[in-house]
């Protein structure tokens, strides 16, 4: 197989898979953006499927 300019197989550096801070890893917390009550961030249900216990909002992701 040549080596030619323009004729790589696609797989040079790109954004990836890596998804930000909507996939932050198992760990870290839950926050509430109203309130601040922070909670611990539970593995496979996302913070923003949470409600606060205080007041009733949906988490986020805390940093």
Do not use: I
């Amino acid at each position: 197989m040549s080596k030619r300019p323009g004729r790589g197989r696609g797989r040079g550096p790109g954004r990836g898979r890596q998804g930000g801070p909507y996939a932050a890893g198992p760990g870290g917390e839950c926050v509430c953006p109203n309130c601040g009550k922070r909670v611990p961030h539970q593995a496979g249900v996302p913070c923003m499927q949470r409600k606060c216990p205080e007041c009733g909002t949906r988490m986020v992701r805390g940093q």
